[in-house]
């Protein structure tokens, strides 16, 4: 089992920025990829960046491309997702979610343990 707690969210204005962190507990936090979703009210939950076991390779979803930036430090059991310049329609609930996957995965379903989210809201 891995136990994610996600803190950082908050409401700031737009062109604002937020600083999302995630604490992994349990087994080993460098044997997983990590990704960051989000899911807005009535929208289906979606991948906004992702990031590998070493941190040698990020996703990051075309909306987000340029604003967002992921990263992880493994001696933390920590991921983070740096959001700048955001908008009104990055408004969301914000999880983080571990995949014991050797290649980046997109889909909600192919990830194993997920945290309880934050939220996070963008006023225009």
């Known amino acids: 089992q891995v136990q994610l707690v996600e803190s950082g969210g908050g409401l700031v204005q737009a062109g604002g920025s937020l600083r999302l962190s995630c604490a992994a507990s349990g087994r080993t936090f460098s044997n997983y990829n990590m990704g960051w979703f989000r899911q807005a009210p009535g929208k289906e939950r979606e991948l906004v960046a992702a990031i590998t076991r070493s941190g040698g390779i990020t996703y990051y979803a075309d909306s987000v491309k340029g604003r967002f930036t992921i990263s992880r430090d493994n001696a933390k059991n920590t991921v983070y997702l740096q959001m700048n310049s955001l908008k009104p329609e990055d408004t969301a609930v914000y999880y983080c979610?571990?995949?014991?996957?050797?290649?980046?995965?997109?889909?909600?379903?192919?990830?194993?343990?997920w945290g309880q989210g934050t939220q996070g809201t963008v006023s225009s």
């Open positions: 979610a571990a995949d014991y996957s050797v290649l980046i995965r997109f889909a909600p379903g192919q990830y194993d343990y």
